[in-house]
């Protein structure tokens, strides 16, 4: 037979599509219900495999598989089945979840021919379909029964929706027949085999049964099967003609006939009719999606008939679809089952999501239960089962024959429910769960074994909510662990303690408000809060509400005061009575007993009084009543009331609770969440308590990254997590614990975890993967986990193959947020469905641009409406938060504050409500970027995407952001690693088109007037001319090859022997080795001319600044038109989505670009952690695609490692940072030597090249080299700059050699890219080696040849930047050598310039500078004015770096000053907020700084209990920190805080002073190494040194130390330190008495300097200096042998 294929179809075409040619060419006539009988064949076929394909889809995690999938490898199926039906001329009945039933409409006589033809039909199936392999590797399996006879058509409904079943012997016997069948088998019923035609059809026996197994259909002679086939066919009534060969279903082609298709659209529901009106396709309505399911079974009277069961089951159709439309539950199919009728009903289906599922669907599962056991005629039994959880909610079936429906091991789970626990509502745990309804509603059911179920779970018997059952019994819920102590609400619990310290001898009520979302935590909160204040000595009674008690009169009084009273527990009315009885003597007259009635369901005679008021009076004396029993109680102690979900406070509640707190002086704590977009205004009294003035609202905030992580190792019981899972947890929690919690759950569950005993901490000292993670396993040892209490510990670990990145949102948070998405307009769940695809964050014109044919004015009022609702927010009022988030910082302080609400009644003014509109319309507007308010969101309207649908919307994403893929208009608009476009070339496709300024090239708009003047200024500047020269050449190029290179052969015109090479390095000194240098240099006249004196250059340099800054005033205007670098928001806005986009597309080249580029831009940032988290990605890409050839070039490889070498030192892994950077080297083609030999000969040859490039030298900027030319250059040159910083802080004997080979190889690279910037930089970075490493004669000419080179660059664009960042280095070197007055001016001017080209983050550097140059003059008035600067500035740009550095120098102005700016208080509390702060962790530096501070104070205060913990971490960090001038001022404040350890050791553990003498001169030594970089520090620790010597005993020496730092003092201009020698001198050896310690004196509360004050406000400030005091020694045993060598 030809091939049969369906055609497009009109609106009624789509629509009969739905339903089967039974109900299409019925008769519509008929008044509902009614019954229509007739004869026929039935196929049923069940489909086995469809479950375990669903779980598979939703749960591998190494699938990167969808909905969409999912639904194609269905429908395969299905459909291939489907079609093979529609040939064989059957009309599919429906869908039943994973089966299907087929039905052939014929005269009763007719049966024969066509239980063959549906035979043939079957066993066609089973060969072609019966077993099917799909491509996850699961099968696919058939099997089917058939069946003939009798049938009778049902249609039930009401006017707006209808439904039909058919019934009859034939169904129940196609299903029993189909249930006998095994895989890839056909049985035919009884009744069926009876009515065939024997004599064609090959049978098998079946035991014990009257069905038989089909093998096949006889060949018998003189059979033509296809005349046979004809001839069934005229049969059948509408199968289609000779004419539509080409068409499966005549349906398919029916003309428009309006009354035919508004009869068919009852039968659909109307989710599809929706997409059917948009036009919308219907795969669009696939997902993966958590729902509950309802299976209601109806078992009728053995004597009912046909017309009892019409008439019941119609009844019961109704009355069902009456229950659950209410919470937006659906009827998805009805059907006979099992001798009875079987309803589906499902809550929570496209657009129907609800927050409440499940407690709707239980609520409505027991009305349904109780209408039907009692109302339908001839009813037997009512079972119903409940389940929730994810499964397949789409369109199954053949293009033109489809139905909607639902499939999934859940689904199976309510259907077997049903049958084996009958005549009762069950539920699953999940549901259960989800509902947060009490324990007492419910009854654990025991466990049954159930046809093919596995692992169902515990199985509930819900008794539903009566009145009876509810008396005094609403507990929390939330139990307090001692073991799972609740974290990061600190702030919360000083909140409550603060106000229950204030509440003692109050009159008046007091109430505390925590307002959260859901998981927040507020149940926790306030667990903890009634055990604390139990554990005081309080009264406290706590109860949690849930939805259903709003609805109930006076329920939260009721059940409050029954916990109160204790009769809560009893369980009859007498036991009630006689406690109340007890307590309630001596309160109240007996007489008003009976008050308590109705409340408290006791039965206390009616007095005579009582029985002569109304209603109103009794209600009114029994609030009277239950007032003065709690007055009565309030007399003894302190009554504490905890509420939580207190949104369900019933009013007359509220009501009651309002007139207590006026005459009650009780203290109430309440949690509640915030209204919902459709939530009910609170009423009249509730409103007035939450505006009250006793009232404190609180809202909570999300919890820090760090507190998220210690949380997992709590919940999991564990003491470290992997780096991958920290990650997937910060990302997709967002800071909530409840999401923390689920996901952890999720991954538990489907066994995504591994859990290892611990049995040794491993060294991870120097391991990439132990960066960030160290910091996480302090804090989770802290708390005591599960492990911990069985003194074992254990880490987990992720399986293998499991990739976090692929798994979905576990089924409750999906549903969370679908159920918010539902409730949207269509026109804003397109809107957020869109803005999901682009991202958490996302710009109203890359909205508008994927937006599917949408106006500007239609996005912003849909915009307007959901920042209305909470939806979205802009970018700038999310920014803090957001950056809380990233930078594991609070965000700012907790919102308390007194609320403001509308009640009931209370209309808002429509004029107002217009404005508003109108102007949150306006704000959208100006407003270029938005933010979801909750990630959840968009993460659920992220999956709700088909993957074909995310791809087209991904693509254009990228189209549209790749041309803002640069740096901003202030930083050049080139590529964050230098020329990166060039080297990649899929990214050069669109390069021409795009006009791409380099930052070298990006000119700011100074004005020309300025640019003449200073260009005059600058003539006076010329550099002196080189001659050219021939250099000499350097023939050992073989020799170093042999070293670094051995696949170099070339050859030598000298021969250097194995002894040459151990003479030359025996005699090449590093201190030769410059001579040699400087001989070279001076040979080729490379250096400036002797008699151009230094000062003199210094001098021009400033006087060339102050040119700059006098006449940039005309341009500065348009700099400040340019704005502030904006690199932060592109990053976040345009490199990151891009990143995501390409991954999603699985572009991975191009992914990885932008994820280099994303971890280059964060190290621009100095965030340190986002780039670490970045490369991690990438690392994570390169190993996942299998060509790594196709994804990562050379370039890019050695990007990578340079880029992960740059985190590494920054995070102070000095060693690991070698090894990449060396590697990165490698790869770019400039190989750096491993040995001695190879240094030598290496140096040889750089000093040769740096010859030849001063000869050939250019004053111009060039790009003759050509763009990737100049990537690999650039790219070098960063290496080399982070090498040379690297073996500078090498103490290796060698490492100097090492480190000044770097530098130079650093200039030449910069030389040989001819870039002015490049070498300006090279030169000051050669410079400062020179200095690090004590070179005094070739610093100074490497700075002076910087700034000559300065002299030629344009003061606009790149060249004005490039003398900004000359001035901060030279800034900085002045400082570290003590030239502070210099360093002053240069860092006052390159302030100005800063502001003046709006580079807010070089200002930091400059400023964190400026200050310390400023403090070690004494200037104090100028150091607070440039404090107050850094602190503006911190603020502004929202830098965790820039407050810690202000907060670091406020402690230095305590310790070394004498005045505050800021409290020691508000030094600590930021350093407790953040110091596991994922970015201030990288800072080594900064953090040795404030530990040392703070372990300072706690020493010199004698608060040795604080002490410890700060001067442990300082410790820590020690190793991981370089040489730099901040560090070492880090170092020498440790030192003082050794040298005050020691002071105690000696006065109090004598035992202990060998060991710690030995650690301070140890550390002493070793920080006057590191001096040599900081000259301006020696003055500090020869003080120091001259401090232990002293309480060592050894005066002489000591004096030696102290005259030596008075000279360094002098010689560097170290006044600060100068200051504190000579009160140290005087109080040493000078006092004729003893002296004042004005320090000690002001501590810890000194004088605080305000702005605008000066030095006269403070007369003693520099004699307010710590007096190191000096302890009496035995001298006869000063210092024991130590035998505990433990510290305190």
Request: a neutral charge.
């Amino acid at each position: 037979m030809e091939e049969r294929k369906s055609s497009d179809s009109a609106t009624i075409g789509k629509v009969a599509a739905h339903v089967p040619d039974l109900i299409v060419y019925g008769d519509f006539s008929q008044e509902l219900p009614f019954i229509e009988s007739f004869d026929g064949v039935l196929l049923f076929a069940d489909i086995s495999g469809f479950t375990a394909l669903t779980e598979k889809f939703s749960m591998d995690t190494a699938l990167d598989c969808g909905a969409d999938q999912l639904t194609q490898t269905l429908n395969h199926y299905v459909g291939d089945i489907v079609e093979e039906v529609l040939i064989y001329g059957g009309d599919i009945l429906n869908f039943a979840g994973d089966a299907l039933l087929a039905l052939w409409k014929v005269e009763r006589s007719q049966l024969s021919d066509i239980i063959t033809l549906a035979l043939k039909c079957s066993l066609r199936i089973q060969e072609e379909y019966g077993v099917r392999e799909t491509e996850v590797g699961l099968e696919l399996r058939v099997k089917i029964g058939l069946s003939a006879g009798h049938i009778s058509k049902v249609v039930v409904g009401d006017k707006k929706h209808q439904y039909f079943l058919v019934i009859g012997r034939a169904v129940d016997e196609v299903r029993l027949a189909q249930n006998l069948a095994k895989a890839s088998e056909v049985i035919l019923s009884p009744n069926c085999w009876e009515l065939c035609n024997r004599n064609m059809i090959e049978i098998e026996r079946i035991k014990d049964q009257r069905a038989v197994k089909a093998r096949y259909i006889k060949n018998i002679p003189q059979f033509q099967f296809d005349e046979f086939f004809w001839s069934c066919i005229e049969k059948l009534q509408h199968y289609p003609s000779d004419d539509n060969n080409d068409i499966l279903r005549t349906t398919s082609m029916l003309a428009p006939n309006d009354a035919l298709e508004k009869s068919l659209r009852k039968y659909v529901m109307r989710n599809i009719l929706k997409k059917i009106d948009d036009n919308q396709p219907l795969e669009y309505l696939s997902e993966l999606r958590p729902v509950t399911i309802v299976f209601v079974n109806l078992q009728f009277d053995e004597s009912a008939n046909t017309l009892h069961l019409c008439k019941a089951i119609h009844d019961a159709n109704v009355k069902i679809s009456e229950i659950i439309q209410v919470f937006r539950g659906k009827i998805n199919k009805v059907f006979m089952f099992d001798k009875g009728c079987t309803f589906l009903c499902v809550f929570g289906l496209p657009g129907d999501k609800q927050a409440d599922e499940s407690t709707h669907a239980l609520e409505s599962a027991f009305k349904i239960f109780n209408f039907c056991s009692v109302r339908l005629m001839k009813i037997k039994l009512v079972s119903i089962g409940v389940t929730s959880g994810p499964v397949f909610c789409g369109v199954v079936g053949h293009r033109v024959r489809h139905e909607y429906t639902v499939i999934g091991r859940k689904v199976n789970l309510a259907a077997r429910m049903m049958m084996y626990y009958p005549g009762l509502v069950s539920c699953d745990a999940v549901t259960y769960s989800n509902s947060r309804l009490s324990p007492y509603f419910f009854e654990e059911l025991p466990h049954i074994e159930m046809k093919g179920v596995v692992n169902p779970g515990l199985v509930y018997h819900y008794l539903g909510i009566t009145e009876k059952t509810m008396i005094g019994k609403a507990y929390l819920t939330k139990e307090r662990s001692e073991y799972y102590p609740l974290l990061g609400r600190e702030k919360e619990f000083d909140i409550y303690d603060t106000s229950l310290k204030g509440f003692v001898g109050s009159t008046e009520g007091r109430v505390i408000m925590y307002e959260g979302l859901m998981g927040y935590g507020k149940s926790q909160l306030l667990a903890e809060i009634a055990y604390l204040g139990q554990k005081a000595g309080h009264r406290v009674v706590a109860m949690e509400l849930t939805k259903v008690n709003v609805q109930q009169n006076f329920f939260a009084i009721r059940t409050l005061m029954a916990m109160f009273l204790g009769i809560d527990a009893c369980k009859s009315y007498d036991a009630r009575q006689h406690i109340l009885q007890v307590k309630l003597r001596g309160v109240v007259e007996e007489t008003y007993y009976c008050l308590l009635n109705n409340i408290f369901l006791v039965k206390f005679p009616t007095s005579e009084e009582v029985s002569k008021m109304d209603g109103e009076t009794r209600k009114q004396e029994m609030e009277i009543f239950l007032v003065k029993i709690l007055q009565k109680a309030m007399e003894k102690e302190i009554l504490i009331f905890v509420i939580d979900e207190a949104q369900f406070i019933d009013p007359a509640s509220w009501e009651f609770l309002d007139n207590l707190l006026s005459s009650v002086p009780v203290f109430m704590v309440m949690s509640l969440s915030p209204p919902t977009r459709e939530g009910r205004l609170p009423c009249i009294s509730a409103a007035s308590i939450i505006n009250s003035a006793k009232t404190i609202y609180v809202q909570l905030r999300e919890l820090k990254p760090s507190v998220i992580l210690q949380k997992a190792c709590q919940d999991l019981g564990v003491v470290s997590i992997p780096r991958e899972l920290e990650t997937f947890l910060i990302q997709r929690s967002h800071g909530i614990p409840f999401y923390c919690e689920e996901l952890l759950r999720n991954l538990h569950l489907n066994n995504m975890l591994v859990f290892h005993l611990l049995e040794e901490e491993e060294e991870i000292e120097d391991e990439w993967e132990g960066l960030f993670t160290n910091a996480i396993k302090v804090v989770a040892s802290k708390t005591q986990s599960l492990s911990s209490i069985d003194n074992d510990l254990y880490i987990c670990t992720i399986r293998q193959n499991v990739k976090l990145q692929n798994i979905m949102l576990p089924p409750t948070l999906k549903g969370i947020a679908l159920a918010e998405l539902d409730n949207m307009s269509p026109s804003e769940q397109m809107v957020v469905k869109c803005a999901a695809i682009i991202g958490l964050t996302f710009t109203t014109e890359l909205l508008l641009h994927i937006l599917p044919e949408w106006t500007k004015r239609k996005m912003n009022q849909t915009l307007a409406a959901l920042v209305d609702s909470h939806i979205f927010k802009c970018y700038n009022q999310r920014k803090d938060s957001q950056k809380a988030q990233s930078q594991d910082m609070p965000s700012s302080e907790l919102l308390v504050f007194p609320r403001t609400v509308r009640a009931i009644g209370q209309g808002a003014d429509i004029r107002s409500s217009v404005y508003n509109r109108i102007q949150q319309e306006q704000l959208v507007m100006q407003c270029g970027a938005m933010a979801f308010c909750t990630p959840l969101l968009q993460e659920a309207a992220y999956e709700v995407w088909l993957k074909s649908q995310k791809k087209a919307l991904h693509r254009k994403c990228v189209s549209y952001l790749e041309g803002q893929a640069h740096k901003c208009k202030r930083c050049g608009e080139g590529d964050f690693i230098s020329f990166h476009r060039y080297i990649v070339e899929m990214m050069l496709e669109g390069i021409e088109s795009q006009e791409t300024v380099s930052e070298q090239h990006k000119e700011y708009p100074l004005s020309e007037a300025a640019s003449m003047i200073i260009n005059t200024t600058l003539k006076k500047l010329e550099a002196p001319s080189f001659e050219a020269i021939e250099p000499q050449a350097v023939t050992v190029e073989a020799s170093l090859a042999s070293t670094c290179a051995p696949k170099s052969g070339q050859r030598t015109n000298e021969v250097i022997t194995a002894s040459t090479f151990s003479k030359k390095l025996e005699l090449l000194l590093p201190q030769d080795m410059e001579k040699e240098t400087a001989k070279t240099l001076k040979k080729h006249r490379m250096l400036p001319e002797e008699n151009l004196k230094a000062e003199e250059i210094e001098k021009e340099f400033l006087e060339r600044l102050d040119e700059i800054i006098q006449h940039s005033d005309r341009g500065r205007e348009k700099i400040r038109r340019l704005g502030s670098c904006e690199c932060e928001e592109i990053v976040e806005s345009v490199f990151v989505p891009l990143a995501r986009h390409c991954m999603a597309l699985g572009e991975y080249a191009r992914a990885l670009y932008y994820l280099l580029e994303c971890a280059a831009a964060y190290l621009h940032l100095s965030n340190n952690y986002m780039a670490f988290c970045n490369l991690n990605t990438a690392e994570n890409l390169i190993k996942s695609v299998d060509l790594k050839a196709t994804v990562i070039n050379q370039f890019e490889e050695a990007t990578f490692y340079c880029l992960k070498g740059e985190v590494c030192y920054n995070m102070g892994q000095m060693n690991l940072a070698k090894k990449l950077i060396k590697k990165a080297l490698i790869l770019l083609n400039r190989r750096f030597p491993f040995t001695l030999i190879g240094v030598f000969f290496k140096t040889l040859v750089e000093v040769s090249k740096h010859a030849s490039h001063q000869k050939k030298q250019q004053f111009l900027y060039s790009r003759s080299k050509g763009e990737k030319k100049l990537a690999f250059l650039h790219q070098q040159g960063h290496c080399l700059s982070l090498l040379w910083q690297l073996f500078s802080l090498d103490t290796a004997t060698n490492s100097k050699k090492f480190c000044r080979l770097a530098a130079l190889m650093k200039v030449n690279s910069a030389e040989e890219s001819e870039d002015e910037s490049q070498i300006i930089s090279s030169y000051t970075e050669f410079s400062l080696c020179c200095q690090m490493m004590g070179y005094q004669a070739e610093w100074m000419k490497y700075e002076l040849m910087a700034i000559q080179r300065s002299s030629h660059l344009q003061v606009i664009g790149g060249g004005l930047l490039t003398t900004v960042k000359l001035a901060q280095s030279l800034a900085y070197m002045k400082l570290c050598l003590g030239n502070l007055p210099l360093s002053i001016q240069l860092g006052y001017r390159a302030h100005e310039m800063c502001v003046y080209l709006k580079k807010p983050k070089l200002d930091y550097l400059v400023l964190c500078m400026l200050f310390k140059a400023l403090f070690l003059s004494i200037r104090f008035q100028d150091c607070v004015r440039v404090l107050s600067w850094l602190e503006e500035l911190a603020i502004e740009e929202e830098k965790i770096i820039g407050m810690a550095c202000f907060f670091s120098y406020c402690l230095e102005l305590l310790l070394y000053a004498g005045f505050s700016f800021k409290t020691f208080k508000e030094c600590l509390e930021f350093i407790q907020h953040n110091e596991t702060n994922c970015i201030l962790m990288s800072q080594n530096s900064i953090m040795l700084g404030l530990y040392s501070s703070l372990a300072i104070w706690f020493a010199r205060l004698q608060q040795w209990s604080n002490f410890k913990e700060p001067f442990e971490k300082a410790r820590r960090l020690l190793r991981r920190n370089n040489a730099s001038f901040f560090a070492t001022s880090g170092f020498c404040r440790f030192l003082e805080c050794e040298a005050l350890v020691l002071r105690k050791h000696i006065e109090s553990k004598p035992e202990s002073v060998r060991e710690t003498r030995t650690k301070t001169l140890k550390d002493l030594d070793q920080v006057l190494s590191r001096c040599s970089t900081s000259p301006i520090y020696y003055p500090r620790v020869y003080h120091l040194k001259a401090y232990v010597f002293l309480v060592l005993g050894n005066e002489e020496q000591s004096q030696i130390y102290l005259s030596q730092a008075f000279k360094l003092c002098d010689i560097y201009g170290n006044l600060l330190e100068k200051s504190w020698l000579e009160i140290s001198n005087e109080w040493w050896f000078a006092a004729k008495g003893p002296m004042e310690d004005l320090w000690l004196k002001a501590a810890p509360d000194f004088p605080k300097w305000e702005i605008g004050m000066t030095e006269k406000d403070f007369p003693e400030i520099h004699k307010a200096k710590y007096l190191l005091r000096v302890p009496a020694l035995d001298i006869n045993n000063p210092f024991p042998e130590s035998e505990d060598m433990s510290f305190m």
